[in-house]
């Protein structure tokens, strides 16, 4: 079966650009696992001849159509209205429904204020479909050659509803297999080109690669569950071509994977912040039960909380400076020293927008991840403003963690070694 | 004049799921800052008939319209194919733009591929626009009733061509007086309440409210130039319908705020961080020049570290629990006595999902705030998952701080005092 879908944004806050619009992309990615591929994407202010005609034009190109947002009680909500509008059918309420809705407000305790009994209307021939998480149900109608399904617009309502809604309308089209491969450290092209042929379109299962937040990808998808051996296959390969960059699948993060890695090994890492002002602490203990593995840390972002609480000695700064290679040695064996972790992690460097010398421009950070049998230091230039050079920093002292971890050793993206400079 | 535009997004990944479409937001509120309302938003795929069919029915509603995505230099970009059958116009090279994109690989010591040669096309009456980073020049059409505009897709290409775009296109919309107010620490229903009527539709400039990452934000915007006093006058009224939760205006931050007065008055801060892990300290150190405010502090994630580091007694920690305001305020006190800080500010709470328990459930948050005159203790619950618990931890401790240094004294919203546990 290949069907072809059509998605729609209902909201003037949409259309003004007050919030962002990221139910397209959150229906394109379930449509995408199930094959079902996404031909247009509309939004569409709180109007209902607006909605009325996109319904239309997307019923033109597209045999099934999810309209998200524009269900709430008030009169501002008028996507029901449009619907009928589209397929020409009146407005009826549904007694089930309404019922539900009184049950919703019963079981807080709340009257039900008297406009929420708009959202028990429906088009004649269509159905109410069950929110569990809010008072608005969607909407499904099955024409005899498309399908229209009103989906509320909140993210912690639609969310929950759309895997449901999913194995309803395409019963036929149940989840593909798909891998997605994180990689950290290398850049896309030669990540790319790592996979070169693997990502030729005329195969049977192309790989596509994406990059978000130094964060490389590679997504294989199946046609169908025959395919699960063929995109583990694949995955396999690009893991491998990867190597030792690959750190995880699908949800996997930074900080869960090292999370993982010190916990199988019963290892604990202390943090020494400078320039990552506690960002590096912060991401470790993103991970629930992190408390495990990671006792603490200290943000010593003045050079006097280096000398105190990590006892790095001030001749050390004062002839090196702070961002230096012996300086983030010193931290990681101060925190190492006073908290008695098995791996100490420093982070030191010139986070901008001022502070840059010729010497250490901004984008310049010494990370040094150190064990009892030794310690990696390594300079980095990071490119970006302050946020990006901070947050790059994080990732690439969690990948460095985890390399020494598995005692892989790897240049890292924006490494950078041709100088001399203390290293 | 009232102008109304239509806006495209270009791009088979962004149909697809695989990136998030944020340029109909980014241009929307360009657009709204110069009183041209967006009447559509549209997403294509890189496909010459589908932008071509999206750029002739957008000129059917609008009279600006703005297309981002398709401008790179392989076979897939084909926005301007789609602009020139859209305006039935042919395609031609410019000289100029030419010369422009072979000086940009020549000043970067790279061959130019031939493919790039693409990027100089434009529809015959259109002219090209400069594009300072990168080799896609973006294309301008005037017709006798409405005019298109293309324009790169990667936002750091975008971002600062939008301003003289506009300048250009919309020479006699200059942008119009703006205040946005945010707040914190007040509830939606609650701070609408305070502006009621401020907010009504007949009104000759209604406020507009909106919440995102608990901060509630007011909009005014004026209609003219004219507006300038008017504007001003109805911030100052939101202003103080909000104190003392509004904490700033546009692009204010609570950590730049917090920043901002602990400068004017010499005062520093240093952070105790339990269930934030450093992430307090990270929002502190987002701003630049927060050395200057910021020496750093301790995460003592385990209970040893806050005994350790910060000497809070063992026996408090058995006898109340590390969630306590007791700890919290030992906590505070080893900070300030170790640092030598002004402040010291102190979090630990259940983030979750596990570690609740009925007296204190997950979200439960204590946060401290002292200095030589005294500590303020708050118990907080805070909804949602542990990522959102943590960010809320994070603006509350900001808002405590803020609120200390003003000598103003507030309710937070999710402040829980209703039972005597500890407090």
């Keep these: 079966m290949t ?4 998605t729609i944004s209902v909201g003037d806050e949409l259309l003004a650009g007050e919030s962002l619009d990221t139910h397209g992309r959150t229906i394109a990615e379930a449509l995408g696992d199930r094959g079902v591929r996404v031909v247009s994407h509309v939004v569409v202010g709180d109007d209902v001849v607006g909605i009325e005609q996109a319904i239309r034009s997307a019923l033109r190109r597209a045999g099934l159509v999810l309209v998200t947002g524009g269900l709430g009680p008030t009169l501002d909500d008028v996507t029901r209205e449009g619907l009928a509008a589209a397929i020409e059918q009146p407005l009826v309420e549904d007694p089930d429904g309404l019922a539900t809705i009184e049950r919703w407000f019963a079981g807080r305790s709340r009257p039900m204020p008297a406009t929420n009994r708009r959202q028990a209307l429906r088009p004649r021939d269509a159905v109410l479909l069950e929110n569990a998480n809010g008072t608005a149900p969607g909407v499904l109608w099955k024409g005899s050659e ?5 989906l509320p617009g909140p993210p912690r309502e639609l969310g929950p509803m759309l895997d449901s809604v999913m194995d309803g309308v395409l019963a036929d089209a149940p989840p593909r297999p798909r891998v997605v491969l994180r990689a950290h450290g290398l850049g896309e092209s030669d990540a790319a080109s790592r996979i070169e042929s693997l990502m030729e379109r005329n195969r049977e299962l ?3 690669t994406t990059v978000s937040n130094s964060i490389v990808s590679a997504r294989i998808r199946g046609r169908s569950s025959d395919d699960r051996a063929l995109v583990d296959a694949i995955a396999a390969e690009v893991e491998s071509a990867w190597a030792p960059y690959c750190f995880g699948r699908d949800a996997d993060s930074l900080p869960h994977v090292v999370g ?7 290892l604990t890492v202390a943090t020494a912040e400078s320039c990552t002002g506690g960002g590096l602490g912060a991401a470790i203990t993103e991970v629930p039960g992190s408390s495990e593995w990671y006792p603490g840390g200290f943000v010593t972002y003045a050079n006097e909380r280096k000398v105190a609480d990590l006892g790095v000695p001030p001749e050390l700064l004062a002839s ?3 961002v230096s290679a012996s300086v983030v040695e010193a931290m990681v064996a101060g925190v190492r020293g006073s908290t008695g972790a098995d791996l100490g992690v420093a982070t030191s460097g010139v ?3 001022g502070g840059g010398t010729d010497a250490r421009p901004v984008g310049t950070v010494w990370i040094a991840v150190g064990d009892r049998d030794g310690v990696d230091r390594r300079r980095f230039r990071f490119p970006g403003g302050r946020d990006l050079v ?3 920093t994080v990732l690439a002292a969690l990948q ?3 390399l020494r971890l598995l005692g892989e050793s790897a240049t890292l993206l924006w490494e950078w070694s041709e100088s001399g400079d203390g290293s």
Excluded: C, D, F
């Design 400 to 402: 460095m963690i985890r």
């Design 206 to 208: 192309p790989v596509a």
């Design 320 to 322: 090196e400076g702070a």
């Design 260 to 266: 993982r890695e010190l916990a199988a090994r019963s």
């Design 146 to 150: 498309a399908t229209v399904v009103l």
């Design 351 to 353: 986070a901008g927008p």
């Design 3 to 6: 069907v072809a879908a059509a």
């Design 390 to 392: 901070r947050n790059r």
